[in-house]
């Protein structure tokens, strides 16, 4: 049994269905109007304050990390066959906790194969695991960084020689003003110590890795290097 | 004002009682009694709250019922009691990267009673934990995910979901170097789903390095964000209990209607 349409009994106007102070051409009720501006604004004014708050919540995904360069000491402390920990600080302003270990050298070229620049008269080595982000520590008997955690080791160039993690260690850019060696913003490598956006531990940046785990707005590598 | 019609189902029993009184003792116990109906039957003259308790309290339930489906409002206890000892435990604790630590050192050692709530809500996170997963092997193993009780299955897993997710923001609150390191870690594979892994790690440190807000981030999400949300699913997973009502369990065999029986003969 076929279902009837009721649409083609309604009316199509306010004039045929001959509601009281209808005009012409008018096709839409006054009821409905009046309904669907009531729910336009209930819609308006929730998202007036719903969307505000989420832009809060979600801001500093969007937002640069202002870039910092932090004094670690004069250049003739650091020899180039060895590193000298120094404590930099990542985030300002909540003491310990903001703090971190990184490994500091002088450029040796028979030992580096990253490419020499203006950043890297220094090479200033991360303690962040690339495994999942547990602070490794190097042992310079054997020269290799060790993690506690899962057991990943790194060799004298941050390059992983065993266990779990998924590139080398991070690095940061180095400068050298006054005689002082600077420490400034962190960058990522490949496993050919290419330079690469900083990524987050446990992510892979060899191959298709680069593009399934793309690079964020808030911390980028310093352009053109 | 003309008054709403009472129901007189549950009205006439409470008078039969009131009839075998020892003459002595009737009056106090009259008065007593009359004004604690007349205060029930005034909040459900206008709010038919009676009628609601007794659809969720007295439901037909199936033979074979036992102790196991009692898992579910174990579950619900355990919640209730994170939220109960939660709630006096933000009395003291102060979400700051700096003072964070202090303050916990203080509400467990110094507070009266404070490192025994706070042991409560420890061990409770991981009792609540385990109880979710033992209801989720109740209803699986007995079948009670079936039709016509899929979406109650489908809310029990998203309360699985914010049960973990409230026990990994809430591991970083004590602040203490397990807490920092853990969360660490867990960030960290949190950023290892492809594409947009490294957003949400983002978004959960407010930030490309664990920084100055996302201890606070973390806690509103604990104590606020996902406690509303929880509160709001165990509400929809009691009303589908109580509407669709509960499965007998897979040993006990279905009777089929005296008559029906006869009928196919």
Known sequence: ?225 | MAKLPTTSGPRSRRERVETDETPAMAPERNKLQESGVATIDWLDERTSLSAGARWMMFRRIPKGTNWFYTLGSATMFAFLSQTVTGVFLAMYYDPSATRAYESVRYLTNEVFLGEFVRGMHKWGSTVMVILIFLHMARTFFFGAYKYPRELNWVIGVVLLILTLMMSFTGYLLPFDQRSFWATTVGVAINGTGPLVGPYLSDFMRAGPEFGATTLARFYAIHMLLLPGIIAAMIGAHLYLVARLGTTAPPWIRAESDPELREDSK
């Open chain 1, 1 to 225: 049994m076929p279902v009837p349409d009721d649409r083609r009994q309604k009316p199509k106007t306010t004039v045929d269905a001959k509601i009281p102070g209808a005009y012409e051409g008018e096709t839409v009720t006054r009821r409905r109007f009046m309904t669907a501006s009531a729910h336009t604004a209930g819609g308006i004014a929730t998202a007036a304050f719903t969307l505000p708050a989420l832009g809060m919540a979600f801001g500093p995904v969007f937002e640069k990390e202002p870039e910092r360069w932090e004094a670690v000491g004069p250049s003739e402390d650091f020899p180039d066959d060895t590193y000298i920990p120094r404590t930099i600080t990542l985030s300002p302003g909540i003491g310990e906790v903001g703090k971190s270990t990184v490994y500091v050298r002088k450029y040796n070229a028979k030992l580096d194969s990253e490419v020499k620049d203006e950043y890297n008269d220094f090479v200033a080595i991360s303690s962040r695991c690339m495994h999942l982000g547990c602070p490794v520590r190097y042992v310079e008997a054997s020269e290799r960084f060790i993690c506690p955690c899962h057991g990943g080791v790194y060799d004298i160039e941050g390059k992983v020689a065993d266990g779990p993690p998924v590139r080398p260690l991070d690095r940061f850019y180095t400068r050298v003003r006054n005689g002082i060696v600077e420490v400034g913003p962190r960058y990522s490598l490949n496993s050919e110590l290419r330079r690469f956006s900083p990524r987050d531990p446990g992510q892979p940046i060899d191959g298709i890795g680069q593009y399934a785990y793309p690079s964020r707005p808030s911390i980028r590598k310093l352009p053109g290097t």
